[in-house]
């Protein structure tokens, strides 16, 4: 079983539409949590990290479940532009302090008018 | 230079040959990082190095090698390619926290498309 699952998807979506995405993670010590956004053959980028609390950046709202390992990305009023697929990354400690990331293989979202 | 370079862009090599993949950034960022993306596996740590000087291996590192001589430059060597390792490489950096409550986000270089024949 791989460390971090996402449904693959794709998730077809119309435009205006809300769309949820979750992602599982297996090691109960990792620390942090991001969600990358990747576009068709280009490098991802950080969409949002994933605090405690939740937290939430303008139509996106990440949450961070402990209990139950898993992390969300909530998309409101989705655009066109949001076509992409989104990466959920775990960190977990190493020796040595730094943080091992591991990637989820991503939710594909497509956006349609 | 701002944030990081990869080269080459694309490479098509033949199979038994040796490679090297370069990657720089201009960050001063202690950790650095190099994957290999193939279609359904998702992005897969190669190696990686938490500081000049010190090198890990990630979750797919045979058949690669790296090295961390300085800072800014993190080459992965491909000492005898073979058709498995067509791929998509991208290599990233991040700043080294320690703590339960860092937040190490990674920055990742443009990707390199590489085909063994």
């Known amino acids: 079983r791989k460390e971090v699952e996402q449904d693959p998807g794709p998730f077809n979506v119309p435009e205006g539409a809300t769309v949820a995405f979750n992602c599982t993670y297996s090691n109960s010590a990792s620390q942090s949590f991001f969600w990358y956004r990747q576009d068709c053959r280009k490098e991802p980028k950080l969409l949002m990290s994933v605090y405690s609390s939740g937290n939430e950046d303008g139509r996106f709202t990440a949450q961070l479940n402990r209990a139950s390992q898993y992390i969300s990305l909530l998309i409101r009023d989705s655009k066109l532009s949001d076509s992409a697929t989104y990466l959920c990354?775990?960190?977990?400690?190493?020796?040595?302090?730094?943080?091992?990331?591991?990637f989820g293989r991503g939710t594909s979202l497509i956006v349609h008018p | 230079i701002a944030g990081i370079t990869q080269a080459p862009t694309s490479q098509i090599l033949a199979a038994g040959r040796r490679m090297t993949l370069r990657c720089t950034q201009d960050?001063?960022?202690?950790?650095m990082y190099w994957y290999r993306q193939d279609l359904g596996l998702g992005l897969r740590l190669i190696h990686y190095?938490?500081?000049?000087?010190?090198?890990g291996k990630g979750e797919v590192p045979d058949g690669y090698s790296v090295s961390r001589a300085n800072t800014d430059d993190f080459p992965l060597t491909l000492a005898s390619a073979v058709p498995s390792q067509t791929s998509v490489y991208f290599c990233?950096?991040?700043?080294?926290?320690?703590?339960?409550?860092?937040?190490?986000?990674?920055?990742f270089g443009p990707g390199t498309r590489l085909t063994v024949l």
């Open positions: 190095s938490n500081t000049a000087g010190t090198t």
């Open positions: 990354v775990v960190n977990t400690g190493s020796p040595g302090g730094s943080y091992i990331p591991t």
């Open positions: 960050m001063r960022h202690n950790a």
């Open positions: 990233a950096s991040s700043e080294r926290t320690s703590g339960p409550t860092s937040y190490n986000e990674q920055f």
